[in-house]
């Protein structure tokens, strides 16, 4: 399973104020608590910054690389941010995101071409957000056919069904959990990788339902996924949930982590 | 969903030293503290007591009746007890439980027919451990007709798949979650309830993996779970994973559990 941590986000209010004040030493930790604790990918994203978003981000791409040894994602919807945080990062990072839309996709697929990241591919298209699992299965081909046409390998591509509120949509779980389960199946290699917290948007305790979730996405074969790796309940579950799903031989993996404490029932 | 509080056994020390020493005070406490958490019914077991357990299980139902107001789970294979059991519980108890093991059958199928208590009945019979999904639907199948023909409605049944250890058989948890798919997809009216823990036997930081185990069961369907209700995190995870299954309509039942402190995410 592959962790995204997702902190290094422009839109949480502490992380706009850093990267306002270009606060090296706060954003350099942030970087490297995740890591430590577990995340194999740091997200970066600098959005709220608007036309000033390329000059932010090949400064925090700058120093968040220095920070930590594990690739970045560079998560922007601007093509000129991407460009910037694709052209300045050092080895192969991977971007979030693309998707079906005709404009987006006519503007980043030469960059994919050019630098071959991994790519996080959103399942939504010029028609909107998806409203089924057909929905979603349909953008999904159009995604792999086109990246793998594009020189992708299919090991590189990471599909997001996209995560409505449950709170809006009762089947929005059950939506991403079969979408997976038959994205898997159908494309054993492609990932699956899901940004869990949209799913308890306006709900109270939004931890425990994005936790309980990720157990769920787990069991259907969710591979990868972008999360917080501080919330220590969260991780201790995506470790069980992998034993319990079959995927971790003799539970190797999770009591090499209960050894280093990093599974934690309180 | 049904929880069914699992304190109250004589395999926990603690709970053995109180009934032995009778200590009316500390077996009353925790049923009280189990129901205040969430527990619909509330299971007694003294099995450890051997020919004194009908003596002992007399007590145990009188003096638990005194405390709560929900119905117990008079939980012995031992015939003799069991019919005590059911002959001092005020009101329509659970039992747990039958199997289709014949000689066990044949025992406790009077009792069922003069009682019509509800009914966990467990997935195994006179060839043992269910090793497959097919041997407990083969065991299910055969445990259904006959309560039935005994007189039980379908409503009555709790179907119990049996949990082997995930750090004995990999696909221990796998089984599980396909056969409770698969029989509430046939018997729609029969319950399927699990107890938890018995997934994590010999492994670390069991909590965890118990936790992860109860969300993936109530995503396939199971809708009764013999647990720990003291366990804040279990029972926070079991209302957000039947708000994420589809089952809580407008996740109203998570938004009250949640404010009434019932749900916590630290």
Redesign the interface.
């Known amino acids: 399973m592959l962790i995204v941590g997702e902190l290094i986000n422009s839109s949480r209010k502490a992380i706009a104020q850093a990267l306002e004040a270009r606060d090296e030493a706060y954003l350099k930790d942030l970087a490297k608590k995740q890591v430590e604790a577990g995340a194999h990918i740091v997200d970066v994203n600098c959005a709220i910054f608007m036309e000033k978003e390329p000059e932010v981000m090949e400064w925090l791409v700058g120093i968040v690389q220095e920070a930590v040894n594990v690739p970045l994602c560079i998560d922007t919807p601007n093509v000129a941010a991407m460009e910037v945080g694709l052209k300045c990062h050092k080895g192969r990072p991977m971007i979030n995101s693309i998707t079906g839309e005709k404009k987006r996709w006519d503007d980043m697929i030469p960059l994919v071409s050019e630098y071959k990241p991994q790519v996080v591919a959103l399942c939504m298209d010029d028609t909107g957000m998806p409203n089924s699992v057909e929905d979603r299965l349909r953008v999904a081909d159009r995604l792999v056919n086109g990246l793998v046409q594009a020189g992708l390998p299919e090991e590189d591509i990471y599909l997001d069904p996209l995560i409505k509120p ?2 809006v949509s ?2 929005a ?2 939506e991403v ?1 079969e979408t997976t389960r038959i994205l898997k199946e159908k494309y054993p290699k492609v990932h699956v990788i899901s940004g869990l917290s949209n ?1 308890s948007h306006g ?3 939004r ?3 994005n ?3 990720a ?2 996405c787990v ?1 259907a074969g969710m591979d990868a996924f972008i999360a917080d790796p501080l919330d220590r ?1 969260l991780m ?2 995506f ?3 992998e ?4 995927r971790d ?3 190797l993996q ?2 090499k982590a ?2 280093a404490g990093k ?4």
Chains 1, 2 share one sequence.
């Open positions: 449950v709170g009762g089947t779980a059950i959990v799913i709900l109270p305790v931890k425990v339902l936790r309980a979730f157990v769920m069991q309940h201790s579950l470790y069980a949930a034993a319990l799903a079959g031989k003799n539970c999770y009591i209960s050894r599974v934690v029932a309180e």
